[in-house]
Structure formats: C-alpha cells, structure tokens
C-alpha cells in the first residue's frame, strides 16, 4: 500500500480522548484480553497493579503524546486512492514512528509494533526470496506459505496476519490480511490461488517516514516472544503490561521486547490460573447469530399472531421502518447471560445491517419490504400464515431481573437494551456520499480504447483515465507542452459544441490544456449519486440521478420571539426521523415533533423534524454521530436573516 508515498497531511497532538477510542478499538479488535479486578486477590498490591492493567495497555500500544494526521495514497495498477489515518508515537526515547495506520475504519498495526508487542496477530512464514517480492509489494501465495499445515488458528479470512521468513522466522517484516481461511488449508502443494494480500512492510515509505526526516529503523537480529509462535499463542500482551505472573510460557532469557510493557517477572510455575483464562474470549459463530435473529423474528410474529388474532395485522402498524423491526424482535432474542448481551448485534450476523436482514426474510417468502427514498427499508406486511410462523414452537426466554446476572446493577433484559440503546441503527454508521458520471451518447468515440461502455457509471477520476486514454491512444499530446491536447475531429465533436466562448475559442487553437479537457468531458456526463453505508460499494446501492443530497436546518422565529430548530433530508442518510427525534429530545431538554415535509411526495414523504430553541449545535453533533459530515448539511439561520 504504501510502496509510493502518501501525502500526510500536518501532524496534530492525538487527544487523551481520541487516543483512548482508538487503543479501545485495538483492544476490542485484536480481542486482547484486559485483567479484572477479581481476577487476583492476593494482596493490595496486585489489585493495584490490575486495576491499572487497562491504562498501561493503552499507553503501550499508543504511547502518550501520539500523534495523528490524516494521509491519502495511490494503490494499484489504476491508482485507486486509499485515504486513512496515521498514529505516530514513541515509547522510551525512541524517534516518533508509525505506530498504526487506520484504512476504512480497520486499525493495522505497524512492524514497528510488532517488534516492540509480540504475537497481538498471528505469524505465517515463507522462503526468504519469496518475501523479498512481499517487501516489493508482492502478495504471498497459497503455494509459498511454509511452517505448515497446520498453520497458526487465528489466521483466519481477512485477519490480519505477520509474515517472516524462515530464515529469521522471528522477525515479522510484512504485514498483510489474510485473503483465505489459512488455518483451514490442509496442503500448500499444487494448491492456487492468494493467501495473504500486502498491505505494509519494512522498507515501505510508512516505515521510511518519522518526525525527524531520519530513514527507517532497521529490525531487530532476534525477538524472543516470536521465536515459538505455538506455545506464544496461550499468552496474551495483556498480562506482560499488567505485570502479572499469569504467563505459562519460559524463555531461556528475557524478552526484549517486554521491557516496555512491564513485564519483568519470571513466571510462576505454581500459578493456578489455567490456560484457558489466558485465551482471548469466544466468538459466538455467526450462523448461531444468524439463527437466534431468526427465531426471533419467527418468534415475534408468533407471539403477535397469538395474542392479537382478532385483527388481520396481529396488533402491528405497517409500515414499520427497519430500525423499529430490530427493536420489536430484541426482547425475542435468546439472552441468557451477559456474553449474550454483547455477542446478539445485527452488526455481528452474516447480514450486518437491518436492511440486509429483512431482505433475506422479504426472499424467503415471510415479509413484503419496501426501500423508501434515501434508502430506508421498510416492512409493509408480514405473512401470518407462513408455516415457519403458525409451527414455530416457543422456546423460554430468560428472566427480567434473573437472581445473579446482573451487569452494572440491571438485569440482562436492561443491559441488552443498553447494548442496543437506540432504535437507530444509524448511530455509530459510517457514510460516503459519491458522485458518479454516466457519458452521454456524444463521447462514445471517447470510451472505445479504454474499452468502457456507455451504460456504466464511473467515478471523476474514472472518466479522468477515460480521456487519458484516449488521447495516448491517438498520441494528441502535444509534444511541445504536455499539457496541451491536440484535437482531432472526433474529439472536438464529443467534447467542445461551440455554443460558449471558451469552446468557440478552444476550436479556433485547435489545442486545449489537458484538464480543461478533462473539466468540460466532466460536464458532457449526466450526474448521479449514492450513499454508501458501512461496507456498501456502488455495487449494492441504485445511484440516483442529479445531484448529491444536502441535509437542512432551518432556524426560524414563531409565534414573537419563539426559537425553533428544523432537520429535514435525514432519510437519505440512513437515518430515521423519528429515533433522531427522540434522541433530540433528551439531548435538548425540550419537546420535539416529526411532521411530513410541504411539497413531499406522500408515496415517499420527507419528514421534518422541529426542535425547541436554537439547537444547531446539538443537532449537528447528533448527525455527526450518525456519519453525516459537516458540508452535507446546509444551514440557514432566518432568526437572523442571512444564510451560514
């Protein structure tokens, strides 16, 4: 990713706040493993040192004074930009380097931080002159992994994995994703295909850049920690920085890269913790997720079914929105204890949004849905007489306030609901907003030698390598300015019409500048747009046409000197009017309503929310929660007569 070098935009101090969601998020992905206080009670001293174990963990992935700042690279043989976000930090008086490097929201670590924190991901191992291709931004094929079968269990599909060589196999230099299930790969012989796709290593230009200007550190000779990856996987980072006599494992000398972490105990040989604490914690499988959101669905609608038979609806109001479905079924969900609570998330399933979810119900006949405009789903009827729901036998669900479960002081019941506080499932949702270009039939001759079609929608920068193609195909730049394109006949027709001055004086030079090319081949395509949420690609979305949609707040006076707040245009954001609402009401301490917009279509209304008071600012940090960036939303202040 990063074999040419990204543009870095200026370095900020990281705040104690961001620095602790992002080592939270590191935490939380790499399922590193945090003591708890009852874990030891032998003396004052040991709680002590445990109960601090979550901060020292922090500061040894990230140390204070971190620094970040966003960057952007080209990738690929079609220089597809990839933007993310760098943290730099030193620990001990080192110089700052690269620590982790954030891309879509995915934390990857640095071999940096391999060297210095051992065995936070798996380890595959390949021939040397194999990984001399990796550090030159090869891929690892299936064939060129080495050490197995069988391979380290946690290297599973799109986990993100070291690679050494077998020759110094302790010294992790490349850090990829694994591209396959590489611990259920029975035999690497004849076998095809990519194991693990390169996304960073030693000599790279993140590896290269520091504070300083000054080249890359070179690796170590030899790291301890790494040398056995078997017995290394039974201990965790987290008990080296909690300083605690928890590990099983023993070297023949110290471990170098522990010093850091405060690890410099030997273990204890008598320790009764078993191993089986040390382990990360279980994942729930998905297909039990799948299964458990399932039933309740089944579940939900049997109970309905039951206990309103007089009326053909069961007792539900349809249209129901997606996010109102997943908070009926909740209280249906086989919740147990307090792994459940954390473990049963939509997010979690196969299907990852609500949407998803209810079109798989909507494909096996149980549910109509209806996408409304903006991209919301919504269900329109449910199908009472579905065998699935008329045979579903109940199973028991738990207790409310079950004697000895309880999670901060509330029952399961409660701390399920606090893991799924909103009815929004857009809280915490990543958004794109994208523009897309669909050519006219006039720039047809333009699109034949990079082989597009007229029927596909392309990104700027798509088209921008649409034109460039063509012109090197019928060499048109000019050999005395690169800059200049030579027009032929068939380019001044697609592009230039002669109906303004400048194309009228492009035509008269027979010449112009490559980007006002670019520029006016822009302006000959029909405009579409799309909100991508989450993982979404255009490929899951229907682009609509025109222009990319804005989110209003309106500030008006009423009724005297009476403030009011309005928010209209959220549902093309994913977002539901009337949980933004409800939220708005707590934050704003005043009363809130959701009406339908004048001039909207009733078949698909756009709803208005009004708010007490002047509360842009609180409704803009509400939005900015939800995904929704701060140019997307146009503001007009009328209380003061002038637009923001």
């Not at 708890?36 to 709680?47: P, T, V």
């Not at 500030?555 to 000197?561: C, D, K």
């Not at 209304?605 to 708010?611: A, L, R």
Request: proline letters at 7%.
């Amino acid at each position: 990713m990063f074999k040419k070098k990204p543009n870095i935009k200026s370095l900020a101090p990281l705040r104690s706040s961001d620095r602790r969601r992002v080592t939270d998020q590191i935490i939380s992905d790499y399922q590193l493993e945090v003591p708890q206080i009852e874990a030891c009670k032998d003396s004052l001293e040991e709680q002590a040192n445990i109960s601090s174990a979550t901060g020292r963990l922090r500061n040894a992935l990230l140390p204070d004074g971190s620094l970040s700042a966003k960057f952007s690279t080209k990738v690929g043989p079609d220089l597809k930009v990839v933007s993310g976000t760098i943290y730099a930090g030193a620990s001990d008086g080192d110089e700052q380097r690269v620590l982790w490097f954030k891309v879509d929201d995915k934390l990857y670590p640095t071999v940096y931080t391999l060297w210095r924190h051992p065995r936070i991901v798996p380890l595959i191992h390949t021939p040397d002159f194999v990984l001399r291709k990796m550090r030159g931004g090869a891929d690892l094929m299936i064939p060129g992994l080495a050490r197995g079968p069988p391979f380290p269990p946690r290297a599973k599909l799109d986990s993100i994995v070291a690679v050494a060589s077998l020759e110094n196999p302790s010294i992790p230099v490349v850090v990829g994703v694994c591209e396959i299930d590489v611990s259920a790969i029975s035999q690497v012989q004849g076998a095809k295909g990519h194991a693990v796709r390169t996304i960073h290593w030693e000599g790279d230009e993140i590896w290269i850049w520091s504070h300083g200007g000054h080249t890359g550190r070179a690796s170590p000779n030899r790291i301890e920690a790494w040398d056995n990856e078997d017995r290394a996987e039974k201990c965790t980072l987290v008990h080296e920085i909690a300083g605690m006599n928890l590990a099983k494992c023993k070297s023949d000398q110290p471990d170098l890269n522990t010093d850091s972490i405060g690890s410099s105990s030997e273990p204890d040989p008598n320790e009764h913790l078993g191993e089986e604490n040390l382990l990360p914690h279980e994942q729930l499988p998905v297909k039990d997720i799948d299964k458990a959101f399932w039933d309740a669905f089944l579940f939900t609608m049997h109970h309905h079914r039951v206990t309103h038979p007089e009326t053909a609806r069961h007792g539900l109001d349809f249209p129901i929105p997606q996010s109102l479905l997943i908070s009926k079924i909740i209280p249906f969900l086989p919740v147990h204890n307090a792994d459940d609570v954390v473990a049963l998330q939509i997010k979690k399933s196969s299907w990852k949004s609500s949407k998803k979810f209810i079109k798989s119900l909507e494909k096996e006949g149980l549910l109509k849905s209806k996408d409304r405009n903006g991209g919301e789903t919504v269900v329109q009827d449910v199908d009472f007489d579905n065998l699935a729901i008329t045979t579903f036998t109940p199973y028991k669900l738990p207790d409310k306030e079950p004697t000895g479960a309880v999670v901060g002081g509330a029952g399961i019941e409660k701390a399920f609901k606090a893991a799924h506080s909103t009815a929004d499932d857009s809280v915490g949702q990543q958004l794109k907003r994208i523009s897309l270009l669909k050519p006219k039939d006039r720039l047809a001759p333009i699109l034949e030698p990079s082989s597009s079609s007229l029927h596909k929608l392309y990104l700027p920068a798509e088209v921008r390598d649409i034109v460039t193609s063509y012109i090197e195909s019928e060499n048109l730049i000019s050999a005395a300015n690169k800059r200049l394109v030579i027009l032929n006949p068939v380019l001044a027709n697609a592009v230039f019409d002669g109906q303004s001055s400048m194309d009228r004086e492009v035509l008269a030079k027979g010449s112009v500048p490559r980007d006002a090319l670019i520029e006016r081949t822009v302006q000959g395509c029909m405009l579409y747009w799309a909100i991508l949420r989450n993982d979404e690609t255009t490929d899951d979305v229907k682009p609509k046409a025109g222009n990319p949609p804005t989110m209003k707040i309106l500030l008006e006076t009423r009724s005297g000197n009476k403030k009011v707040t309005k928010v209209s245009g959220v549902e093309a954001f994913h977002i539901d009017p009337q949980a933004l609402a409800e939220e708005l009401q707590k934050a704003c301490a005043s009363s809130t309503s959701v009406t339908q917009s004048q001039g909207s279509s009733p078949k698909s209304p756009v709803m208005e929310i009004m708010v007490q008071g002047p509360q842009k600012d609180i409704v803009i940090k509400a939005l900015e929660k939800r995904g929704v960036h701060r140019t997307w939303i146009e503001i007009l202040d009328k209380t003061k007569g002038k637009k923001k």
